[in-house]
């Protein structure tokens, strides 16, 4: 993944980590090089944050979700692993339908504070890569931010692909991006040439390759 992401960002700048979970990726970052605001809800996976990395003073954590406006959210807990637990019911709903995590339920849930992208920027300046792992939430997160970022990527459930075309739509209403896409784990991105809006959401809302039908994530880089 080092192949990846370091692309994004040289040792000192400014990376959000959003849905930062146990902060397994923000532990990634900081040893890259970078300054790390980390936004994660569950209380239960901030303090294992705060364990593994909270005395790193490139390290800022946020104990919220992060959506359109400033407030609070209902959070639903999976079952079998907190790293699925999402706010988001249409996402639980579609991945419920299709099985792709057998055997889960969301029925605990708990409530959260929540911040915007802007208001995180406002807090912190702007990152020049902020990567989103929402479950679902992810439109919801980037109607809140107005500034464009460099760099952003958001996870890709294909049974959610609702989410998104409104990502990327939104996305590329602030400015000229281009949109690529890696499954987890990969070094390399899918296609050799970056695409346009209209391309990637074309390319994503029923893909027909089995790769792409796994999920991944989504990155859209600013020309």
Known sequence: MNEIFRRFFSDGQL????????????????????????????????????????????????????????????MF???????????????????????????????????????????????????????????????????GLSHPIPTISFEYTPEHAGALTSSVGKIATLGRYRFNFAGHGWETMYWPEWLKADEMISALEAPHDEELRKGGDVYATLE
Do not use: Y
Request: hydrophobic share 40%.
């Open 77 to 143: 807990i999976a079952s079998t692993g907190s790293q699925i637990s999402s706010v988001s019911r249409e996402w639980i709903d579609s991945v419920t339908e299709t099985g792709r995590f057998e055997g889960t339920d969301w029925m605990q849930t708990i409530t959260v504070p929540m911040t915007s992208l802007d208001a995180l920027i406002a807090r912190h300046g702007r990152p020049v890569f902020c990567k989103l792992d929402v479950e679902g939430f992810e439109p919801d997160v980037l109607s």
């Open 15 to 74: 990376v959000f980590d959003i849905g930062a979970h146990d902060g397994q990726f923000s532990e990634k970052l900081l040893n890259w090089g970078a300054r790390v605001v980390a936004v994660e809800p569950q209380p239960i996976c901030v303090e294992q944050m705060k364990e593994r990395i909270g005395g790193d003073r490139a390290l800022f954590i946020e104990n919220c979700a992060v959506g359109p406006t400033e407030g609070s959210v209902e």
